[in-house]
Structure formats: structure tokens, C-alpha cells
């Protein structure tokens, strides 16, 4: 059976920093895309980070760029995401998630594992 389990998540004030990060148990995603997505109460699901299958390739949603920075560590079989400067934006609950490619992609129809989410909260 296939897991991603989050952690990391919590409240912080704004300005401040978070480390979350994902592992993956029951398969390797070693020559696969991984992402993050992050959902706000009463808004859709939407696409945060994407790095590709050795870590050479990230993409980022506008609104994280230069703030996040995500990893991945391919003999943990597990991915990161460093968040910095967080904003009451930001504040949702953030999923791992585990691409059908080895590619990053935007489009979380590519992306057929899913966590069950990590809640962060960003006071200001």
C-alpha cells in the first residue's frame, strides 16, 4: 500500500519560517515528479511546488517564488519543502503529492498519490 505522510505543519507568524516534508512508503518514487499543493478553506486545491524525478528541474506557483524552495531526497524517498517568509496567504492545508510522470507539472491530474495533508497557519 502506497503512503505519503506529511509533517511539519503549525502555526507561525507571519515573516516566519517552516520546514514541511513528505515520505513515502510502499513504492519508490525515485524516477517520478513530486509536488505540493495546498488548499485554503472554501477555495480550490491548488499547486504550490513541483520537482522532477532526480531534482535537476523545480517550478513554483507565482505567488511562492523566492519564498519556497522544494527538495527532494531520493534515498529517503522523501520530499521537502522549505517555506520562508510566510504570509496569512499562505495559511492552508498542504498535501504531497506523487506524479504519473517523471516531469513537473502544474496539473494536479498528473498526480495520481496523495497525502493526507498538513495544516499550516499563518497568523499576522
Known amino acids: 500500500q502506497v503512503q505519503l505522510v506529511e509533517s511539519g505543519g503549525g502555526l507561525v507568524q507571519a515573516g516566519g519560517s517552516l520546514r514541511l516534508s513528505c515520505a513515502a512508503s510502499g513504492r519508490t518514487f525515485n524516477n517520478k515528479a513530486m509536488g505540493w499543493f495546498r488548499q485554503a478553506p472554501g477555495k480550490a486545491r491548488e499547486f504550490v511546488a513541483s520537482i522532477n524525478w532526480s531534482g535537476a528541474t523545480t517550478i513554483y506557483a507565482d505567488p511562492v517564488k523566492g519564498r519556497f524552495t522544494i527538495s527532494r531526497d531520493n534515498a529517503e524517498n522523501t520530499v521537502n519543502l522549505q517555506m520562508n517568509s510566510l504570509k496569512p496567504e499562505d495559511t492552508a492545508a498542504y498535501y504531497c503529492?506523487?506524479?504519473?510522470?517523471?516531469?513537473?507539472?502544474?496539473?494536479?491530474?498528473?498526480?495520481?498519490?496523495w497525502g493526507q495533508g498538513t495544516q499550516v497557519t499563518v497568523s499576522s
Open positions: 503529492a506523487g506524479s504519473k510522470l517523471s516531469g513537473t507539472s502544474t496539473n494536479s491530474y498528473n498526480y495520481n498519490y
